[in-house]
């Protein structure tokens, strides 16, 4: 297995290199901005609750086993704190057009394919491989990429007052990455121990670094996607009852005059 961690690392790195990373972290972009791409995320949060029901057994026969389901039931509710951001940082149905047939044009358009194809081939690793080993891999990609995007905004953004509300994008959700049985590769961490004295056979090693190419491939191209949705998102004027928790009285810290209340 470390053969393959250290693939992951490798390609971790690279991903910190990418023009979508580098823009989280530029200093001299406001932070409020930095949020302006969230809603792009939807399918791939929404699709990632799919790749962990994907990746659980049923019957956990090993400690292995165990391991990916402890892990999985760990990640399961975070999609409700990404829902939670959206409000506060101002972002509704109108956001995607204001109408289903907006939604729905938007959410599956061509500007979110490299999503729904990396949330699509996620799962049918997830299915096809049912060993412990190969399943805990496609975690260790998933949560090692995780780890580049929530440090990279944590970076940039954690001065702003408005950071600490959030759950999903905030030092919340991170400090429960960090928190993670099976490791962390948030704040330049790894994964345990015991991952990475799995042994694999020399095809399993060969099928694990095919996964890895692959999912970093796709992640590569949903972070281009993201960067692309930059600023193209329409936020509320009305930041509405879930957004006051990020507003101090009439104005939204941190933002700039055009975020304030009318």
């Known amino acids: 297995m470390r053969e393959v961690l250290d693939a992951i690392f490798a390609h971790k790195e690279a991903l910190d290199q990418t023009e979508f990373v580098r823009w989280l972290k530029n200093p001299d972009i406001p932070p409020e901005e930095k949020f302006s791409f969230v809603p792009?995320?939807?399918?791939f949060v929404m699709g990632f609750t799919d790749i962990l029901n994907a990746l659980r057994t049923d019957e956990p026969k090993s400690t292995l086993d165990v391991m990916v389901n402890d892990h999985c039931e760990e990640d399961s509710g975070h999609w409700r704190w990404y829902a939670q951001d959206i409000e506060k940082l101002r972002f509704n149905l109108a956001t995607?057009?204001?109408?289903a047939l907006s939604f729905f044009s938007r959410l599956w358009g061509d500007d979110t394919r490299q999503a729904r194809d990396l949330v699509y081939t996620a799962v049918q690793y997830a299915k096809q491989?049912?060993?412990p080993e190969m399943r805990l891999v496609i975690i260790e990609v998933m949560e090692a990429t995780f780890g580049v995007f929530i440090d990279a905004l944590h970076v940039s953004s954690r001065n702003w007052p408005g950071y600490s509300q959030l759950q999903f994008f905030?030092?919340?959700?991170?400090?429960?990455?960090?928190?993670?049985?099976?490791g962390s590769w948030v704040a330049g961490g790894t994964t345990s121990e015991e991952v990475s004295n799995i042994v694999l056979s020399p095809a399993a090693r060969g099928r694990a670094l095919y996964i890895v190419d692959t999912l970093f491939g796709q992640?590569?191209?949903?972070?281009?996607?993201?960067?692309?949705?930059r600023n193209s998102y329409t936020r509320s004027t009305d930041p509405g009852p879930g957004a006051t928790a990020v507003a101090t009285g009439g104005r939204w810290e941190g933002a700039s005059p055009c975020f304030e209340r009318r």
């Open 40 to 43: 792009a995320m939807a399918f």
């Open 129 to 131: 491989e049912r060993s």
């Open 219 to 229: 992640f590569e191209g949903m972070f281009e996607e993201w960067f692309h949705a």
């Open 96 to 99: 995607w057009g204001g109408d």
């Open 170 to 182: 905030g030092p919340n959700h991170r400090e429960a990455e960090q928190d993670h049985v099976t």
